[in-house]
């Protein structure tokens, strides 16, 4: 695999991730402020926009590789998770966290190996 | 009317094509379905060696892309409206049997030719997810 296709692996997955988070506090936020208020409405804008990128670069992916070796690579979003809870909520590894994550990491090189 | 009472009213399941656990499938189907069409809809159009179709623009040429989005479209609501009864730590695990049909899918529907050594990886990404859904379902709940 090039150093390009990794790339938009790795952007298209980030996307997404950074997508769903932004969509899940603007409609918390939604719960208590309304619908009707910019903060909203540009936080709603922001998420469709992104996941909107994520789709296209994974079909620009699908173009090039088979399914059954991208979509193992959806594996790398619960790490991302993983790292931005660590970063943001001071989260600790639990050790059922850690295997998993290395179970899911060696998973993806060996599909990236075939 | 009689009323279920080991459930708590948020929890009261609708019945019938409303049932949030129907949902659930039909939410898991629809994205087990769109992988399997944004994958023929993307070979059909697939212009590999120009840099463009990296931005994947070219494959809104593709009926099949089209018929993605909008069962992608379609998931995206079972699935908002499977969270209004299913908390997201049992949900979220639920939805993730979708991991295994996809490469079943491809080795079935699509005659993606799966080495050995792919779905040894595959086995094992499924395994890791299994054994963090639960943890990480918490942890997206509080991020």
Same mark, same amino acid.
């Given at each position: ?15 997404f991730?950074?997508a769903?988070?932004?969509l ?6 939604s719960?208590?402020a309304g ?23 994974t ?6 590789f088979?399914?059954s ?6 594996g ?15 989260e600790?590894?639990?050790v ?19 | !009317? ?10 009261? #399941?609708?019945i019938?094509?409303?049932? *949030? ?8 189907a ?7 069409l ?9 212009? *590999? ?13 593709s009926?099949l892309?089209w018929?993605?989005?909008v069962?992608?479209i379609a998931?995206?609501i079972?699935w ?10 049992i949900?979220?695990?639920?939805? #993730? ?15 993606e #030719?799966?080495?050995?050594? #792919? ?11 299994a054994l ?6 918490? !942890?997206?709940?509080?991020l």
């Open positions: 695999m090039s150093f390009l296709a990794f790339f938009f692996i790795v952007v298209s997955l980030v996307t991730v950074a769903q988070l932004i899940k506090r603007a409609m918390e936020f719960a208590t619908m009707r208020n910019a903060y909203f409405v540009s936080r709603v804008a922001i998420g469709v926009a992104l996941m909107t990128v994520s789709f296209f670069l079909l620009g992916l699908l173009q090039r088979d399914l070796y991208l979509y193992p690579f959806q790398l979003s619960v790490i991302f998770i993983t790292i931005l809870a660590a970063v943001v909520l001071k600790k590894l639990g059922r966290l850690a295997i998993g994550a290395i179970l899911i990491t060696a998973g993806i090189v060996l599909v990236s190996m075939s | !009317m009689t009323i279920n009472v080991t459930e708590r009213p948020t929890q009261q #399941r609708p019938g094509f409303g049932n *949030p656990w129907l949902q659930l499938g039909v939410s898991v629809c994205v087990f379905v769109s992988e399997l944004l994958k023929r809809g993307a070979s059909e159009v697939a212009e *590999p060696n120009s840099a463009f179709s990296w931005t994947g623009i070219n494959g809104l040429a009926p892309v018929w993605a989005i069962l992608i998931s995206f079972s908002l409206y499977v969270l209004r009864y299913i908390p997201l730590s949900a979220y695990p639920l939805s #993730r049997v979708v991991d295994i049909l996809v490469p079943l899918g491809c080795w079935v529907f699509l005659d #030719r799966i080495s050995a050594l #792919r779905w040894c990886g595959i086995a094992l990404v499924v395994i890791g997810l963090v859904v639960k943890p990480v379902a918490k !942890m997206e709940e509080r």
